[in-house]
């Protein structure tokens, strides 16, 4: 059970930039729904989609899996997820922790790695499926390419990339709608302007959203074969990109 998040709820004179460390870990469920329209409905469906890639004996990958949401939907559809083997990686050891902790009752311990590293120097392989929801967000632009060339290489023909975002439009008319509607929706679920206004400080620089055309731009460069929107929920999508 995820505590409240209340942690931008004071004024605070020295904004520092957002870091997926233990105070986050420990509200990051409460904050992520609360904060990414569409998330529990997203998770929910995820697990569908990402289940009909699984291929018994090949990897699945989870990058920056936070406390593992991504996978654990995909065990609810797939049980046993078919005899393949499941790589679950962060950065953040007050994350992976926690993750491990909650897969640790779930039918995923006998099949689940943990890796502690940043995903653009891990080495992945012959992989069916890999799930990059809302973590390439936090990956510096210059270094996006790059890593979606490496996953595109080490999955096998048939095997699927999810990527998850939040978005910006190039129209600015529409840019400015989803945002006061992403605005809203945080108000509705309790956040105060404070909260908001020091939270999106905090991100400013660590979360660079970029157009949903340039995801699919980098994606078709590294040779997916479809690239399909397969879920969108104001500035937020989730593409399914297939080998
Ligand atoms: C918004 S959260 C992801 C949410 C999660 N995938 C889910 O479905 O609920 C972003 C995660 O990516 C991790 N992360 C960000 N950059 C990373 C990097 N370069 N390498 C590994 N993990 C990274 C963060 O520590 C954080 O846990």
Redesign the pocket.
Known sequence: MSDKDDLYYKKTDKLIDFE?DEKV?AV?SDM?ERS?PG?RSL?SQ?GGVAAMFVKSKTNIY?????????SLSLAARLPGIQGAQLIL????KA??DKCRSNLSNSELASVADYVC?????IKINNASLV?????L???EPNDRQTLIDKIFAALRPGGALIL?EKIIFADKQENDLMLSLHYAFKKANGYSDLEISQKRSALENVLIPETGDKHKQRLAAAGFNSVTTWYQCLNFISVLAIK
């Open positions: 997926f870990a990051f992520i990414v998330y998770i995820l989870d990058l920056g899996c936070s406390l593992g949401a991504a990686v962060d950065r953040s994350m992976l590293e940043d995903i653009r120097n799930f990059l929801n809302f973590t967000q936090f990956i998850s």
